[in-house]
């Protein structure tokens, strides 16, 4: 399949999804067919000049509902891009953006390229270009639309942006808010580089704690001890393995382009990441098996399958040998909608994009609002917080008697910094919106999957913004 009818699969896959949540929600067509369709989309040529000559790139922007502003979303680097990709990726960002109550729309743009074919500098020249393309046409902006890393971009590329951009406004007071995922030093926040894959170990270990729901796949509480696989090695997989580990988890399979390894008794993270950077490869790990095919790794028994690459990747095809008890989507839209139906049958609990993934959006919010505010978060109430909490200790050290141990004092009496809240907001945000959509699930039975209450509930959320504006009310 080329990526023009990948891109077309995936769209219709997520409308399949809308559909299905739309025919349980009360409101009327005209406005479901409003949060539907995708409002603007930007599609774009420009030339570069590379080693060899010049050469034409193919890219977009994807602004799929601006029923709150700005739009938000990634950026992708990919050449399997196509324009069917983005406006589903757009329209993904709309619902998981209403999910997880960060107050933004939804939207997505892609390069088609493969960042491996072009050198540093012509990868500067294509994401200035690229900004700049998005200036003119008004396409990016801290109050119109703020982009953010995806598949094959990173902080690097944020913060070129963010500077080809104060070049052009360099009068914008706000102009750091144009886009997020930026390094620290230019306007970053801590923590974002790690949220989306911290957000997914936050998420499952959400859905782990439920003892009844656990039970009814056969499972215990708990994400302690329960055996994972991971396939993607990329910012989010990396990051959500790394969590998933350090919560007591155990990895028995990795997945990647270059292959697939399993070893049952778990994989350690960090020497993996090591032993792919000496060979190149994750293949040929010490005591691990390589698998035939990379594909296998998504069919091995486990408690928790973490597909973290790219869309497209559980289909009818190989749906049927899934043997994992949760699927966790890191990625967007891993799942294909006949995939869905045969892992419902199976009674897979598939934990979804636009909540699980939505950790990044999320602290991407919480860098646009530092952006706004100009201060790091913490900065004002560190040092009075920790003078608040040493006073109450003294207080507690004179009416006992007892002088409390330094180890005793350090764990109480501590302000918390940017790292600290920003974790925390993520935190919070996962456990809530969890809570909101495992209710809207329980409620009626029709509903059926957890992706079905998430779309649920992000309708309701964007109709109540239309309905208040007179809009389809
Ligand atoms: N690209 C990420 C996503 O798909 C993050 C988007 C953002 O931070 O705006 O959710």
Redesign the pocket.
């Known amino acids: 399949m080329n990526a023009e009818q990948q891109g077309k699969k995936f769209l219709a896959s997520v409308a399949h999804y809308f559909d299905k949540a739309a025919a349980l929600t009360p409101h009327p067509e005209g406005l479901l067919n409003q949060i539907k369709i995708c409002n603007s989309v930007y599609s774009f040529q420009f030339p570069i000049r590379t080693g060899d000559g010049y050469k034409t790139i193919t890219a977009w922007r994807a602004e799929h509902s601006h029923h709150k502003l700005p739009v ?5 680097y990919s050449e399997e891009a196509s324009a069917d990709e983005v406006v589903a ?1 757009a329209s ?2 709309t619902y ?1 953006c209403a999910v997880v109550d960060v107050p ?1 729309g939804g939207a ?1 743009g892609a390069v088609k390229i493969n960042p491996k074919d072009h050198s540093r500098s012509e990868l500067e020249q294509i994401t200035r270009r690229y900004t700049a393309e998005l200036i003119k046409k008004n396409f990016i902006g801290p109050a119109i639309d ?6 094959g971009t990173g902080a690097r590329e944020m913060s070129w942006i963010a500077d080809t951009y104060l070049a052009f406004h360099p009068e914008q007071i706000d102009a750091l808010g144009c886009v ?2 930026k390094t620290v030093s230019q306007g970053g926040i801590r923590g ?1 580089n790690e ?2 894959g911290l957000g997914v170990f936050y998420g499952l270990r959400e859905v782990c704690d439920n003892a009844e729901d656990m039970k009814e796949i056969g499972l215990e509480k708990g994400i302690e001890g329960k055996t994972v696989v991971v396939q993607g090695l990329g910012n989010v997989g990396y990051h959500a393995a790394k969590f998933c580990q350090e919560g007591g988890a155990r990895i028995i399979a990795f997945a990647e382009y270059e292959g697939a390894i399993y070893d049952e008794n778990g994989i350690n993270l960090e020497d993996l990441m090591h032993h792919r950077k000496e060979t190149g490869s994750i293949l040929n790990f010490p005591n691990a098996k390589n698998l035939d095919r990379r594909e296998d790794a998504l069919e091995i028994e486990c408690d928790i399958l973490i597909p973290a690459a790219l869309e497209n990747q559980i289909t009818a095809e190989n749906a049927p040998r899934v043997k994992a008890k949760i699927i966790g989507e890191g990625a ?1 839209g891993p799942i294909t909608a006949n995939a869905e139906d045969i892992l419902q049958e199976k009674g897979i609990m598939v934990v979804p994009d636009i909540y699980l ?2 950790g ?2 999320t ?3 919480f860098e646009w609002l530092k952006n706004l505010s100009h201060v790091r978060f913490g900065r004002m109430e560190k040092r009075f917080e920790q003078g608040t909490f040493d006073r109450l200790l003294q207080l507690i050290e004179k009416e006992t008697g007892r002088k409390l141990t330094r180890e005793e004092r350090n764990l109480v009496a501590r302000g918390a910094d940017e790292a600290d809240l920003v974790y925390s907001g993520l935190e919070e945000t996962m456990i809530s919106s969890y809570q909101q959509i495992r209710e809207i699930l329980k409620q009626k039975k029709e509903v059926g999957t957890l992706r079905t209450a998430a779309f649920i509930n992000a309708l309701n959320k964007i109709a109540v913004c239309y309905a208040e504006l007179g809009i389809f009310p």
Request: glycine share 14%.
């Open positions: 938000k979303g990634g950026i992708r990726l993904l960002m998981k933004f997505k703020v982009p953010a890393p995806d598949y997020t995922g974002r949220a989306t967007n993934n939505a990044g959006v602290v991407s919010y």
